[in-house]
């Protein structure tokens, strides 16, 4: 189905656990804006993306719920508070009961140089298949996982979540020309990589800060 429209599901953890791994470039007092960033850049891309019907956040932390319902995004409190898929799974639910066909897809948020029309090709590619998922830049990870209508999300992620998502029979996406889709940042070498490609303008602004404080005098 070409012409489907997408629900997606981000989840979110509360910002001050958030992006725990780049503690070590971003320091504590940068870490939690840098996470609301990530996620503020990924919401604008997908809103603007024509493949993208709506973006569900699941969260529980009070500034990103404000910040991102303001760009657009619909936030469901994380009800069952029982981690990642639990989250996701929730999501899911929580946009099916008011949609019960619509098409859903959970989007890692820590994507901000995620471009609409990249996007868009992943998502025209997951139309075409039941449940499919898009593998991280690392190859390890997922970043995307689609489940077309009347079908289970029923994530897996966390970890070695490709061969998690593989094993339960999703489709992996070989889509070789979506590398923003693809790249997630946990770690220092991930931002680099993700600067590179280019990234939303909240992130950028975060970047410049970090670089402002590393090299401002004590
Ligand atoms: N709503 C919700 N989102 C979660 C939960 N755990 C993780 N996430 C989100 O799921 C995505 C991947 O999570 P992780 O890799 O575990 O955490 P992270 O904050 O990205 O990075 P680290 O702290 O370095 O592990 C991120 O968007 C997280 O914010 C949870 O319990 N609830
Ligand atoms: C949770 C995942 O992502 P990451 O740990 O890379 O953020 C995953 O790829 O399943």
């Known amino acids: 189905m070409r012409d489907t429209r997408w629900s997606l599901i981000v989840p979110l953890k509360p910002l001050r656990l958030a992006k ?9 007092e ?19 993306c024509g493949a993208v019907g709506d973006v569900t ?8 719920a404000r910040r991102l319902g303001r760009s657009g995004a619909r936030i469901v409190p994380d009800g069952p508070g029982r981690g990642l898929n639990a989250a996701l799974a929730y999501g899911a639910r929580t ?5 019960p066909a619509a098409a859903v897809a959970a989007l890692n948020a820590d994507l901000p140089a995620l471009r609409a029309a990249e996007l868009g090709r992943v998502l025209a590619a997951a ?23 009347g079908v289970a999300l029923a994530p897996a992620f966390g ?10 029979g999703a489709v992996e996406l070989a889509l070789t020309d979506v590398p923003s889709v693809r790249q997630d940042v946990d770690t220092g ?23 402002e404080s590393a090299t401002s005098p004590a």
């Open 20 to 28: 725990s791994r780049l503690a070590a470039v971003a320091g504590e």
């Open 30 to 48: 940068l870490r939690p804006a840098l996470a609301l960033a990530f996620a503020e850049d990924m919401v604008t891309a997908a809103l603007s």
């Open 57 to 64: 956040v699941v969260t529980d932390d009070p500034t990103a």
């Open 95 to 99: 946009v099916r009961a008011d949609a």
């Open 127 to 149: 139309a075409g298949h039941g449940r499919s998922f898009l593998a991280d830049a690392a190859g390890v990870g997922t970043t995307l996982l689609a489940a077309g209508p």
């Open 159 to 168: 970890g070695a979540s490709r061969a998690a998502h593989l094993a339960s």
């Open 189 to 211: 070498a991930d931002l680099r990589a993700a600067l590179a490609l280019g990234v939303g303008r909240r992130t950028a602004a975060g970047v410049r800060r970090l670089t």
